[in-house]
């Protein structure tokens, strides 16, 4: 597993969370789906879905045909009462059959310039998770920290250790660094 350390102009674009639905068709169809009650079939998502199969004979999220599109979103049907029912579980806790095929597949995010989590755009997963956690009003999730702004990696990472130490030692003093947000 790698971890990336981005420039602080990477975050002039960081969407706030309450704005997130505005900016991401995924997040936004987990809400119409479950909060407003309407048929997945009449989601954004899934309207773009269908867009990409007309047009390119598949999905970004690999489905090639509408029985495939379908069965994914009847999963989310079926993630939104497993989550309620028993919160939200980290992929090693999932069932084997219900894991991603991703190693580290939880909610991902970056650290900020001042250490705040960011939601990470969908390539880094866990989009519709962290949309249903928010329904369900869930206190507690499982992240991946994707990437952390370099500055504050700076400030707050490595103020005790040089870029000449080891590998190891910088290794272990961001996995330190990272335990608080566990």
Avoid: W
């Avoid at 899934?46 to 599109?69: A, P, V």
């Avoid at 910088?170 to 330190?176: A, D, P, V």
């Amino acid at each position: 597993k790698k971890l990336f350390f981005l420039k602080k102009n990477c975050f002039i674009k960081k969407k706030l969370l309450n704005q997130y639905s505005k900016y991401n068709k995924n997040y936004k169809s987990i809400f119409q789906i479950f909060v407003n009650k309407i048929d997945f079939k009449k989601s954004d998502e899934y309207k773009k879905k269908i867009c990409e199969l007309n047009k390119h004979g598949i999905t970004t999220r690999g489905h090639k045909n509408i029985e495939e599109l379908n069965f994914y979103f009847n999963g989310l049907l079926k993630l939104y009462k497993d989550m309620k029912k028993k919160g939200y579980l980290s992929q090693k806790k999932l069932p084997i059959k219900l894991r991603s095929d991703t190693i580290g597949d939880e909610i991902g995010v970056f650290l900020g310039p001042d250490g705040e989590i960011v939601k990470a755009e969908d390539k880094f997963r866990g989009t519709h998770r962290f949309a249903l956690a928010k329904i369900l009003k869930l206190k507690y999730v499982y992240i991946n920290i994707r990437a952390i702004d370099l500055n504050f990696a700076k400030k707050k990472i490595f103020k005790n250790i040089s870029f000449e130490d080891n590998e190891t030692k910088i290794s272990k003093e961001i996995k330190l660094f990272l335990k608080r947000y566990e």
